[in-house]
């Protein structure tokens, strides 16, 4: 089967229409992520479809999971209609107003999306809304590293998903001054754009730098693969995996990882790799899972070459800790 854009717009809208005239809690329905963004939204010759349903009642899930094919999968998230009450405060939110105003809507009978779209789309653009939206996820990273700051003892899985956290905020405070956050597959790969754009395109250098792929070479990402798969359908096998670590997935990530490396871009790869690893490692741990134990084995390797580790992960957090001054003194020129 030929996939591309027009196809997918088309199944997410038959998703809809049957999803929606099966459940009276469904208030609206919009579509978001790379098949609006993206000419050709496959990595890998894999993509997700975005979806989001407003209930008029709490949903039951906050996200599900739904096979399509070995390289399509839908990825939908449910919303309680409360959460888009004030609509006009949804201008400064760090994700949700950026999705808003790009969406496209795909079921609203009562003209519900009608008017929040309207009311995000009226001044988002201005410099306040901007600055609001990219200090907000900045004050996320600062909270994060200020909590690792007070960190003693070894470095755990959950530390180190807590440090990849606040520099996915650091480097989104930044790609979000002129455009939409960047999802976790292509992070690496569009970052350098948005560091340009912000003034300051020595930030991408220093993204690198935090992850401690700046030497990293092909060969040992490519090394990675194999202990990385292992691990990830390990968790995604457990009895309660997080979506992001859903069976359906797998395949999503190992395809883009795989395309990455055979490109001149191949650090692209090491941010969903790396990302999804810790997550796997946290998830078997906490599940007691057999060969758990092997698994964080492998990984603390990684993270170890990664300098992610130890007296090495003290000097990242230092850095870290630099890195989000320079990218509050960008936000504070960008806002002059």
Excluded at 235 to 261: C, I, T, W
């Amino acid at each position: 089967m030929r996939i591309n854009r027009s196809l997918l717009i088309k199944i997410a809208q038959d998703t809809v229409a049957t999803r929606a005239s099966n459940d009276r809690n469904i208030l609206a329905a919009y579509l978001i992520g790379s098949v609006l963004d993206q000419e050709d939204p496959l990595i890998g010759k894999t993509t997700d479809i975005d979806l989001v349903f407003i209930h008029i009642e709490a949903p039951p899930v906050e996200r599900e999971i739904q096979r399509l094919n070995e390289q399509i999968h839908l990825d939908i998230v449910h919303h309680d209609q409360a959460i888009y009450q004030k609509a006009r405060q949804l201008r400064q939110h760090p994700w949700l107003g950026p999705a808003v105003f790009r969406c496209q809507t795909l079921h609203d009978p009562q003209h519900f999306m009608d008017f929040t779209q309207a009311s995000v789309r009226s001044q988002f653009d201005h410099a306040e809304n901007v600055l609001e939206r990219s200090k907000s996820r900045l004050d996320q990273a600062r909270q994060l590293w200020m909590d690792l700051s007070f960190h003693t003892g070894e470095t755990s899985p959950e530390s180190i998903t807590q440090y990849l956290a606040a520099v996915e905020h650091s480097a989104n405070a930044i790609a979000s001054l002129s455009g939409a956050p960047l999802a976790e597959r292509r992070l690496l790969l569009e970052f350098p754009a948005r560091a340009e754009n912000s003034g300051q395109p020595s930030l991408h250098i220093g993204l690198l730098g935090l992850l401690g792929a700046i030497e990293l070479d092909k060969e040992t990402i490519q090394g990675w693969m194999s202990v990385w798969s292992a691990a990830f359908n390990a968790a995604s096998g457990a009895a309660d995996p997080p979506p992001q670590l859903h069976p359906e997935r797998y395949s999503y990530y190992q395809q883009a990882v795989a395309a990455y490396l055979e490109g001149p871009q191949f650090t692209a790869a090491l941010w969903p790799l790396l990302l999804t690893w810790s997550d796997a490692i946290v998830t078997l741990q906490k599940e007691k899972a057999p060969f758990a134990e092997t698994h964080r084995q492998h990984w603390e390797k990684a993270c170890q070459r990664l300098g992610l580790s130890g007296d090495d992960f003290e000097e990242r957090l230092a850095a870290l800790d630099a890195y989000l001054d320079t990218a509050e003194e960008v936000l504070e020129n960008w806002g002059q």
